[in-house]
């Protein structure tokens, strides 16, 4: 007790408070020590994020290889259309060209237009063959000639009177107009006359020595 009747003030928070005139021993702070839980707390997160940043770099890896994937789809489709795009102008200047050459030929006065009438399946249909002495050369014309049966062929028949036909070439018609260009004999007489013209057998062999299958087509 103090002279004023009160307590003693604890000073060293729990430690006694020496007499008057009486040194203590200086005061030491204690060490800080965090909280059990928030020590615990950032062990814890230190160990989550770990596999979080594994599991963002697996996502961006995948991310990256799809846009890889398309990008390496969307080239090759542009390498195919580009190729496409030749292919299709190639050939439009191959038919533009064999139109030309056709328009020569058909209106070259040595030209000779023989119309073959129909038989059997192509029964009502006709054909042209335009045929030139001079250069042994021809061109068959067909719109929706009828399809032969599987491994047939139709067989182009050089006819010249009494003689055995001459085969000028075989062939499978295509859709819509059929030009199928072959050549003949040059030295034959009977063909220009009129006793000479052309006939289209239908044939399983690809190169028959003489007629064997039906006429489909036969100068009239």
């Not at 615990?40 to 996502?59: A, E, Q």
């Not at 139109?99 to 029964?123: E, I, K, V, W």
């Amino acid at each position: 007790m103090s002279d004023f009747g009160t307590p003693p003030f604890n000073a060293g928070f729990g430690r006694p408070t020496p007499p008057p005139g009486q040194v203590g021993p200086p005061f030491q702070q204690p060490p800080y020590r965090p909280p059990a839980e928030y020590a615990s707390g950032s062990r814890r997160d230190g160990g989550t994020s770990r596999p979080f940043l594994i599991t963002l770099l697996f996502i961006a890896c995948v991310v990256l290889g799809a846009l890889l994937n398309w990008g390496m789809r969307q080239r090759s489709e542009r390498a195919r259309l580009f190729e496409r795009n030749i292919e299709v102008e190639q050939s439009y200047v191959t038919v533009l060209a064999k139109r030309n050459d056709l328009a020569s030929f058909l209106t070259d006065p040595r030209t000779r237009l023989y119309r073959l009438a129909g038989a059997a399946h192509a029964g009502g249909k006709r054909i042209t063959v335009a045929w030139q002495q001079a250069t042994g050369s021809g061109v068959l014309i067909g719109e929706d000639v009828p399809l032969p049966s599987d491994k047939h062929v139709y067989a182009l028949w050089q006819v010249e009177g009494d003689a055995p036909p001459a085969l000028c070439g075989t062939f499978r018609p295509e859709p819509g107009v059929t030009l199928y260009p072959f050549h003949g004999s040059s030295a034959s007489s009977a063909v220009g006359s009129e006793s000479g013209g052309f006939r289209v057998t239908d044939e399983t062999d690809a190169s028959p020595k003489a007629p064997q299958g039906g006429a489909v087509y036969e100068t009239r």
